[in-house]
């Protein structure tokens, strides 16, 4: 039999694929009118919450009331635990929080994968050390099954997990590789959604000869039927990649995680399975939240974090992501947290066989070698050259 034989010819085959690509473009059209619709509604109804608060506020008060924004916020907290690194991560984190925000009154949530759905055949559990860690911390260890990512993009448990949140009540999601380093009495508006801006320019990665940034990232905000031009940040060049609302999705918080993660899910969901031809040259694994979290905080009338969250990847906490990293560009006072922590017998005996841990704090590699290659001398602007100096010294210790 000819190898041809049986299958489609060209103009079949071609016919076929154009059929599939108008209805996906129809599919596009069909999301972008109804989210156009819901924006529109959206809007009208902020309008008139705005309308009636400022009528609230024409009225006499029997009692001063300080503005919203200058007293402390009440919220909660989600990371994520899973059996390995991210139960270890998870447990420093715990510990940090008590350490130095010991006046914070909200949940922490710690979201636990099961070995199930989209985790099917991992153990992902978290072991019984570090659970005991966990909730002597005080942390609420809940189980989800991730329905959508799991092993393919283990990155995506920060979309599924935040269904585990108290809805309707204000949140932040941590990436369990973060410090906190003060405390966490943040004078926030959670109604304007917002997210890290501890970020480089990593995507899109435009081709040479098109399309580029502006065509890339409007696309997106066309597709689901959102005001590019608003989410500009027109003090930047155009082309030039931070001019476009992008960000790290280390933290972000928001009103309500019922409502940001269904729309997280929704949105991550049809860029991850109909790109679009804006995005036929790009990489979606590792981005896709990234690219994602921008449109999903736009959605809902957030944008760029303002001042009062400058702590964040500041002097309240430290997204360190891993121990070499810590060490290298991480701050003194973060470090001699990192290791009062980790010297805890507890939390030692749970980083056991952890060849970071070993190597930088209880060999002190981190201290006496790792340290002084940067301390003092400006950092390389991009990651990725701080990780070939320490692959180079051999201290580096991911994958």
Request: hydrophobic letters at 40%.
């Amino acid at each position: 039999m000819a190898a041809d034989e049986g299958k489609p010819g060209k103009g079949a085959s071609d016919a076929a694929r154009m059929a599939r690509q108008a209805e996906n473009k129809a599919r596009r059209e069909a999301r972008r009118a109804e989210r156009q619709q819901e924006r529109a509604a959206e809007k009208s109804a902020r309008q008139i919450r705005r309308r009636e608060e400022k009528g609230r506020a024409a009225q006499p008060e029997t009692r001063a009331v300080s503005p919203a924004t200058t007293q402390p916020a009440a919220f909660n907290i989600l990371i994520l635990g899973q059996r390995g690194r991210l139960e270890r991560e998870a447990a420093i984190f715990a510990a940090s929080l008590r350490r130095n925000a010991p006046d914070w009154q909200g949940q922490l949530i710690v979201a636990e994968p099961q070995p199930e759905g989209a985790w099917q055949g991992v153990a992902t559990r978290i072991q019984p050390p570090a659970r005991e860690v966990l909730e002597s911390l005080g942390a609420q260890i809940l189980p989800f099954t991730a329905r959508h990512f799991g092993r393919a993009y283990p990155y995506g448990n920060k979309i599924e997990a935040l269904a585990l949140l108290p809805p309707g009540q204000p949140f932040i999601f941590f990436d369990s590789d973060t410090l906190v380093t003060g405390a966490l009495d943040l004078a926030v508006d959670f109604d304007r959604p917002t997210a890290s801006m501890q970020r480089e320019g990593s995507w899109p990665e435009p081709p040479p000869y098109g399309p580029g940034y502006a065509q890339i990232w409007r696309s997106l905000y066309d597709r689901f039927g959102l005001d590019f031009e608003s989410s500009l940040d027109l003090s930047q060049p155009d082309e030039h990649w931070e001019r476009y609302l992008y960000f790290n999705a280390g933290w972000f918080l928001g009103p309500d995680p019922a409502v940001f993660g269904q729309r997280f899910l929704e949105y991550a969901l049809a860029v991850r399975d109909d790109p679009g031809d804006a995005l036929a040259c790009q990489s979606l694994d590792p981005w896709l939240d990234q690219v994602v979290l921008p449109l999903v905080v736009h959605s809902l009338g957030g944008g760029r974090p303002g001042p009062e969250l400058a702590g964040l990847d500041g002097d309240l906490t430290c997204h360190y992501r891993n121990l070499s990293l810590l060490y290298a560009r991480g701050s003194d006072q973060a470090i001699e947290i990192f290791e009062e922590i980790a010297a805890i017998p507890e939390i030692s005996r749970i980083m056991q066989g952890d060849n970071a841990y070993d190597a930088l704090f209880r060999q002190r590699a981190g201290r006496d070698r790792l340290r002084p290659m940067f301390q003092g001398k400006r950092l390389p602007s991009r990651e990725q050259v701080i990780r070939q100096m320490l692959r180079r010294e051999n201290l580096w210790f991911r994958r």
